[in-house]
């Protein structure tokens, strides 16, 4: 590993696979605009928790603007989760108010989704605008796709959105297992929408993203890019995560976890969680309906798993202990398009998706 690995990679990073070319990617870099204001987030990002510096406040929060989701995918760590702590959209003024202070202490970037559809929040327009409005210049997130109507797609692009992440796993058949009730004819009709859209209206955004879990395209990733990379504006891979407290695979003994020195992760109903990992609600950092983002930034939970990290006990903390993100990470190579391209997984974290099937068993 070399000296800029060592300095600007972590594992997070590492088990998100670009498959979209290098000129594609800095296309991509330019597209969203303030690359000087890119520069400098990026930086806080990965060196400030390198050095354990705790920054006056994050350049980049997680708001939950939806928990609920309609989709039950095999893999999803939902599934593990109590149901009662999977249902609820985020209050519009519990948004502002989180905004407000965002946009006050200079937040680069927010994303609006977490463990559910932040397509399933009926004002989740007025949430982009609303944050584009107070300032923050990367407005993101995450979905299935699924809920993504024409008339979404052009309050989306007009409001202002700068990147949407579309999770699109396998192809025909295999993606219809996985993400019902999704079609895999539909998906592709809704991306492209949205691609045409932005396009005849001379816009630079929102920039599309496309990602699959590897092990639902490895038999066939040259047809999976084909296809993508002609609608998409990166194309990324993602490294099959075994989640839950019912597995176990290999674990770094040397792992450092960056996250509580970079990010705030607030659920649909204002309670902050230790990371983007804790779907079950393991340790709640405080709650922003009382308290700032700002208190509990530096606040004596905050700083009690900090000290963990840094003292090499972060085994002792029930969520670290069976994060997937702790897992040995070793190299693999795809074929596409008769072009080897070195990817990174993770050891003994393999999804069965052959044996999967999200769809309602027919009735005998």
């Not at 593990?80 to 985020?90: A, E, H, R, W």
């Not at 038999?219 to 075994?242: C, G, L, T």
């Not at 779907?279 to 606040?299: A, C, M, P, R, T």
Request: proline share 4%; hydrophobic share 35%.
């Amino acid at each position: 590993m070399g000296v800029f690995e060592k300095l600007f990679g972590s594992h997070r990073e590492m088990d998100y696979n670009r498959l979209s070319g290098r000129i594609k990617n800095l296309y991509f870099i330019i597209r969203r605009g303030n690359v000087l204001r890119q520069l400098i987030d990026r930086t806080k990002w990965y060196l400030a928790p390198k050095f354990f510096y705790v920054v006056g406040f994050p350049t980049h929060i997680d708001i939950e603007t939806s928990v609920s989701c309609q989709m039950r995918c095999p893999m999803c760590l939902r599934r593990q989760v109590d149901p009662k702590l999977l249902s609820g959209i985020m209050d519009f003024d519990l948004y502002k108010k989180i905004i407000d202070e965002c946009s006050e202490r200079g937040v680069y970037s927010v994303k609006l989704s977490w463990r559910g559809e932040p397509l399933l929040n009926p004002r989740i327009v007025e949430m982009v605008k609303y944050a584009k409005n107070r300032g923050i210049k990367d407005v993101a997130f995450l979905t299935n796709g699924e809920r993504l109507s024409p008339e979404l797609t052009v309050g989306l692009v007009e409001a202002g959105l700068d990147w949407i992440s579309f999770s699109i796993d396998g192809l025909d058949d295999m993606y219809e297992r996985i993400r019902y009730p999704a079609t895999y004819e539909g998906i592709v009709k809704k991306v492209k929408y949205l691609k045409e859209y932005r396009d005849q209206r001379g816009r630079n955004k929102p920039l599309i993203r496309v990602q699959t879990i590897y092990s639902a395209i490895k038999e066939n990733p040259s047809e999976y890019f084909r296809i993508w990379d002609k609608i998409a504006d990166k194309v990324y891979v993602i490294a099959d995560q075994v989640r839950g407290d019912r597995v176990r695979f290999p674990q770094d003994p040397n792992y450092v976890c960056l996250e509580p020195w970079r990010r705030i992760t607030i659920g649909w109903n204002g309670v902050v969680q230790q990371c983007i990992t804790d779907y079950e609600e393991f340790n709640s950092l405080g709650d922003v309906k009382n308290q700032s983002l700002y208190e509990i930034w530096h606040g004596a939970k905050f700083n009690e798993l900090r000290d963990l990290i840094k003292n090499k006990k972060i085994y002792t903390n029930n969520l670290c202990s069976i994060c997937h993100d702790t897992g040995i990470m070793c190299e693999e190579v795809m074929r596409i398009n008769g072009k080897d391209i070195k990817i990174c997984v993770y050891t003994d974290q393999v999804i069965d998706f052959k044996n999967m099937d999200a769809r309602p068993k027919a009735r005998t």
